[in-house]
């Protein structure tokens, strides 16, 4: 099971340098549409069998195009929606910078946890969680090896990727995750294989394409029942 890591595109939020967090009403800036008609071609031929998308105006309005493209109707899962910044939701950055769980947030994210809010540490758990039963289910219903999208944001992705990666939380701040980015994980019976993070380019065909036998890079890669089939706030 493959899953493409898309966050959403660029917000009048990240303009606007505040924590958007759960606000109602966020949606993309003019930026952030163009990136999200992108993905369309951006995503070009591979076979997406289907989208999973937080329940937030930005991801919605960000997979669009793409579920229009594909006809599919995206399934939306509260588990990957957005982190409960309570208290911190809608401030400007600059301000929150001045707070000391600034520091935590930044040195020991796994002992985050935000005014009248959540835990990162929580954020982590539900969101892998959420993946993993959807790759489960994918695989159930089409009965073997599935792509399929996930339409998130950053801190979300960032605390998916470490898990993926085998790094401690704590680390998850090295991870980067832009807006309209895409970060790829390819689930097996023995490990996740990280294949992309913070894919920003054109296409994702070359990356999730298995490279031919006696092709240059083809003789280190996984064993075939590993092998591929092909960050920031807010």
């Known amino acids: 099971m493959t899953v493409i890591l898309l966050r959403h595109g660029r917000s009048t939020s990240n303009t606007a340098h505040t924590l958007a967090g759960r606000s109602e009403g966020v949606d993309l800036d003019e930026k952030g549409r163009e ?7 951006r995503i070009g031929t591979l076979p ?18 793409l579920a229009a493209a594909l006809q599919l109707e995206p399934t939306v899962d509260e588990r990957i ?8 939701t ?5 301000d929150l910078v001045k707070e000391p769980l600034w520091t935590v947030v930044q040195q020991q994210p796994s002992a985050a946890v935000f005014p009248d809010g959540e835990g990162l ?15 489960r289910r994918l695989s159930s219903e089409h009965e073997g090896d599935v792509l399929w999208v996930a339409c998130t944001h950053g801190d979300v992705i960032k605390a ?14 090295r991870i980067t995750a832009d807006p309209a980015s895409m970060s790829v ?13 913070n894919h920003t380019g054109n296409g994702l065909t070359a990356a999730l394409t298995p490279k031919p036998a006696g092709e240059p890079g083809a003789e ?5 029942t590993d092998a591929v089939v092909g960050g920031s706030t807010d």
């Open 35 to 41: 990136q999200a008609a992108a993905v369309v071609d």
């Open 48 to 65: 997406v069998k289907a989208i999973v998308r937080s329940p937030l105006l930005r991801c919605a309005t960000t997979v669009a195009p």
């Open 81 to 88: 929606s957005e982190v409960d910044y309570g208290a911190w």
């Open 90 to 94: 809608g401030r400007k950055i600059a």
């Open 121 to 135: 540490a929580q954020v982590q758990a539900r969101a892998v969680a959420a993946v993993r039963e959807h790759d």
């Open 160 to 173: 998916v990727l470490a898990d993926a990666l085998g790094t401690h939380l704590d680390s998850f701040q």
């Open 185 to 197: 994980i390819r689930y097996t019976d023995t490990r996740p294989f990280v294949l992309h993070v």
């Open 220 to 224: 280190t890669a996984a064993p075939a």
